[in-house]
């Protein structure tokens, strides 16, 4: 299982007004991954690394669009 975020803003959701702040931050967003292989780690990455760390936990190849990194290590 994974569980990510694209914003890092959870401590500011909302707006004064009351509408959804839909801006991005410099806040960190933790990704959580959880497995029963011994070892594994996620390192520190950005958006563009999510959908190649999704290939990584499938065991499939990275298409060459990707531009990000598969950020688990093992």
Same mark, same amino acid.
């Given at each position: =299982?994974?569980?990510?975020? #694209?914003h890092?803003?959870? #401590?500011?959701? /909302?707006? /004064? #007004?009351g509408?959804?702040?839909?801006?991005? !931050?410099?806040?960190?967003?933790?990704?959580?991954?959880?497995?029963?292989?011994?070892?594994?780690? @996620? /390192?520190?990455?950005?958006?563009? #690394? @999510? !959908?190649?760390?999704?290939?990584?936990?499938?065991?499939?190849?990275?298409?060459? /669009? =990707?531009?990000?990194?598969?950020?688990?290590?093992?």
């Amino acid at each position: =299982m994974i569980i990510i975020a #694209d914003h890092g803003n959870a #401590d500011n959701a /909302e707006n /004064e #007004d009351g509408s959804p702040n839909t801006a991005h !931050s410099l806040n960190p967003v933790p990704i959580v991954y959880v497995t029963n292989r011994p070892g594994a780690s @996620v /390192e520190h990455g950005i958006l563009a #690394d @999510v !959908s190649p760390t999704i290939c990584q936990i499938l065991d499939i190849p990275k298409p060459a /669009e =990707m531009t990000g990194k598969g950020l688990l290590k093992f």
